[in-house]
């Protein structure tokens, strides 16, 4: 491949509902430009982005790919992104450093849910979008329709610039608008525009005139004289205006007859940003704390950041990243300030899906990879050590559904715990932990897709098999009354006894989890075996009455006893304690806590009912409601562990997969008393 300058570069992420064609447009893209002989499928699982055994599999992208194409002296780095919504971290990740977008829609089904989602996070970071149209030559599309869907779902901002050439149902070509010129047929040979849509065709081109001259007073005043703007000022208007996100062309083409390809990467050279016309990079020295920012050009020292990770069982880890300034030349190692390190560098080249393609330089603005750099990973800045910069990492979505998962043989046990940390390298989305109070081994994800992603990733990677269970809810148990009892240990059996004897109340404690105080007078109790009493109570609260569970929220205090000045020691007072607890609980109320979450739940407004009623039926109450704009309201709910475990399924269900949802712990709170011999017998049972 050979050398591109920065102006030279566009990095464009590939968005779109699940099944949308984002794989194909990319494998068409590049047939066209000649980087491969033969496209593939992927039906046929022979794609260069989706190479992954999972995803081959599944039939859907589950990864970013990074697919560079050559066109015209440019190079598009393209990231193909996963559709489903549950690898939102990757996509979270790839918008970090890619600044440019195409919007794939299918023509048969126009805004779906996923769209309408990619949608709205590109217009929270004001990203260049071009939306595409794919798919126009399966039967009864109506593109009119399709276009009135995305003008409604999305404004009047987005134009077409082209109009499709449909005769009796069947799609001919496109009309482009800004050129003036249709292409029709399958090999889209260029001729006039039809009769039919010339009077059509003029009335966009005039508004876009118009569009062009506000983005200049020098053109504005040449426009208003009637002189005729040049290609190269419409062109550049344009631009301006799409930069600044004042529009968003509408496309139209379909990735596996190639159709409108070359439109496409036309319009991408020409309208969507270079790194250069970007606004400096903005991070921190970690040493002074003072703002750094850095513009993409070669002559600055070099820095970049790491965007993704992921482990080859052949090459090791291989590190994606974005040059932010200067340029790979002459580079063996680089600072990671995140850690303070100096890591070695192996080899900086591009990928082309799972291919390596070998580079000379990548100049500032480009997007590579770095290979046996094993100490780098993503969310890492890399730079030059004698001008350090500090990029922010980008914020990770937490889980929101967890499973319980145990290795199938002996074998495979000893290897989960390397497998999940490889594998976490590559997705810091989700989350491994284990909880020693179920014995369960617990991984987070953001839905059962990502996290069966992981588990088949084992599998096919590390060879590790593993059967699933759902999460075990984490309870406390507590007292709900005021109550004395006296522990008194005796033990007689020859040689020296055993004696403790203490009077100790216990009392609910609403901030703590526990509190030992002694309110011993006259030497009843002498103060040297106080520690003993306080250690006995710990380790007798680790396991309640009732179920087992960590007694918490308990104030002990220890009021009177007696001891023997021979036969008492520690030993006697810890057991001493644990029997006093254990008479008091006759006294005390003691009962069970589960973990109360709080669910912030984002729906369409037209989904607001569904979700109010659903919430009470989870023994749940609603806190607070707020629109959040874009027709869509945050429901802020507190609702026990126990009703949300697999939330994130019911909640695709009540809202076509529209709705999303944060979870936090808060406190604990008292299980309603037809419930506790439930969780007793399960966790009796267990």
């Given amino acids: 491949m050979k ?7 566009r990095n464009v992420a590939i968005l779109g509902h699940l099944g949308s064609g984002k794989t194909s447009l990319v494998e068409a893209m590049l047939y066209i430009s000649k980087a491969i002989n033969k496209k593939g499928e992927v039906e046929k699982k022979n794609t260069v982005s989706d190479y992954l055994v999972e995803e081959q599999n599944r039939q859907t992208s589950l990864s970013t790919s990074l697919i560079p194409v050559e066109w015209n002296d440019y190079k598009i780095n393209f990231l193909d992104t996963p559709g489903s919504e549950e690898f939102v971290g990757e996509i979270d990740q790839d918008l970090a450093v890619v600044k440019g977008s195409v919007v794939l829609l299918d ?3 126009g805004v779906e849910v996923g769209t309408e989602r990619v949608w709205e996070e590109l217009r929270n970071r004001h990203t260049p979008s071009v939306l595409f149209i794919n798919k126009v030559d399966k039967e009864n ?9 995305i003008s409604e779902k999305f404004g009047p901002r987005v134009v077409p610039f082209v109009i499709p050439v449909v005769k009796n149902n069947e799609y001919q070509g496109y009309a482009d608008i800004i050129r003036k010129k249709a292409y029709l047929g399958e090999d889209e040979h260029e001729t006039e525009i039809p009769a039919e849509l010339s009077a059509r065709a003029n009335e966009y081109y005039d508004k876009f005139l ?5 983005q200049d007073e020098e053109v504005m005043e040449r426009y208003f004289l009637g002189e005729t703007l040049t290609d190269e000022e419409i062109i550049g208007g344009l631009r301006s205006a799409l930069l600044n996100c004042d529009i968003f062309p509408i496309l139209v083409g379909s990735a596996t007859k190639n159709l409108g390809l070359k439109g496409l990467l036309e319009d991408i050279c020409n309208y969507l940003p270079s790194p250069a016309d970007l606004k400096p ?3 921190i020295n970690p040493k002074t704390k003072e703002e750094v920012l850095k513009v993409s050009k070669d002559e600055d020292s070099f820095s970049g950041y790491v965007f993704k990770t992921i482990v080859d069982p052949f090459l090791g880890t291989i590190n994606f990243f974005k040059v932010y300034s200067g340029t790979t030349k002459g580079l063996t190692e680089v600072y990671v300030p995140n850690r303070d390190q100096v890591v070695k560098v192996g080899m900086v080249s591009m990928m082309m899906g799972k291919n390596q393609i070998a580079i000379d330089v990548l100049h500032a603005g480009d997007i590579g990879v770095l290979t046996k750099s094993g100490d780098i990973k993503t969310g890492d800045t ?4 004698k001008d350090v910069v500090l990029y922010p990492v980008v914020e990770m979505p937490t889980p929101v559904i967890y499973v319980a998962i145990q290795a199938k043989t002996k074998q495979d046990e000893d290897k989960i715990s390397s497998a999940l940390q490889k594998l976490n390298l590559e997705d810091p989305t989700f989350e491994v932990k284990r909880n020693p109070e179920t014995a369960q081994l617990l991984i987070g994800g953001q839905g059962m897709t990502h996290i069966g992603y992981i588990l088949e990733k084992m599998k096919n990677m590390f060879k590790v098999d593993v059967s699933t269970a759902d999460q075990k809810i984490v309870y406390r148990e ?3 009354k005021i109550g004395s009892a006296q522990g008194r240990h005796k033990k007689q059996s020859g040689g020296a006894g055993q004696f403790g004897d203490v009077w100790i109340r216990f009392e609910p404690l609403a901030d703590k989890d526990f509190e030992f105080t002694s309110e011993v007078v006259g030497g ?5 075996f106080f520690p003993a009493v306080e250690k006995g109570l710990i380790d007798t609260l680790e396991h309640g009455p009732i179920a087992g569970f960590p007694v918490i929220g308990v104030r002990a205090v220890l009021y009177d006893g007696s001891y023997h000045p021979v036969d008492s020691n520690e030993i006697s007072f810890k057991i001493a304690a644990s029997l006093a607890f254990k008479e008091a609980c006759k006294v005390i109320k003691p009962t069970i806590l589960e973990p109360i979450m709080e669910v912030v739940i984002t729906v369409k407004d037209e989904y607001v009912g569904d979700i109010m009623s659903d919430i009470p039926q989870r023994r749940g109450s609603v806190v607070g409601m707020e629109p959040v704009g874009n027709g869509k309201t945050a429901i802020t709910a507190q609702i026990p562990e126990a009703e949300i475990i697999k939330y994130s399924i019911d909640l695709k269900a009540m809202t076509q997969g529209s709705g999303y949802f944060t979870r936090k712990f808060i406190r604990y709170e008292d299980v309603p008393a037809n419930l506790v011999p439930k969780i007793v017998a399960e966790y009796k049972k267990d």
């Fill in 382 to 385: 890399i730079c030059d050590k």
């Fill in 107 to 109: 023509a048969q089904k």
């Fill in 3 to 9: 050398e591109y300058l920065t102006k030279q570069i």
């Fill in 281 to 283: 990079a903005n991070g």
């Fill in 210 to 214: 118009e569009i062009v001259a506000s």
């Fill in 141 to 149: 599309v109506k593109f009119d329709k399709v276009i009135a869907n």
């Fill in 478 to 480: 507590t007292i709900r």
């Fill in 524 to 528: 009843a109790v002498p103060k040297n």
